[in-house]
């Protein structure tokens, strides 16, 4: 399973209009209202770092006042890091 964190900026006025919209994407896992540069963080979930990127530029980026997306993918080899000390 991967993992995503997609940092995201939307149009002023449009935070709850997007906020509803990221909660309908199947594999937003969580998505969390920001202060600052920064208005949403959401963790994706999906069996690949490929379907993350599907779903970020099909679904996400179509959700309603999204302005910009900067997505992080959790490594899967660091993921087990403390196995390999």
Do not use: C, Q, W, Y
């Amino acid at each position: 399973m991967a993992r995503g964190f997609v940092l995201i900026d939307v149009e002023p006025g449009k935070e709850m209009e997007a906020f509803r919209g990221f909660k309908r994407v199947k594999g937003v896992v969580e998505a969390t209202p920001l202060l600052g540069d920064i208005d949403f963080l959401l963790i994706v979930e999906a069996e690949t770092a490929n379907d993350i990127a599907k779903i970020v530029i099909n679904h996400i980026r179509k959700v309603v006042g999204v302005v910009s997306t900067k997505t992080l993918v959790e490594d899967e080899f660091l993921k087990h890091f403390e196995d390999l000390i």
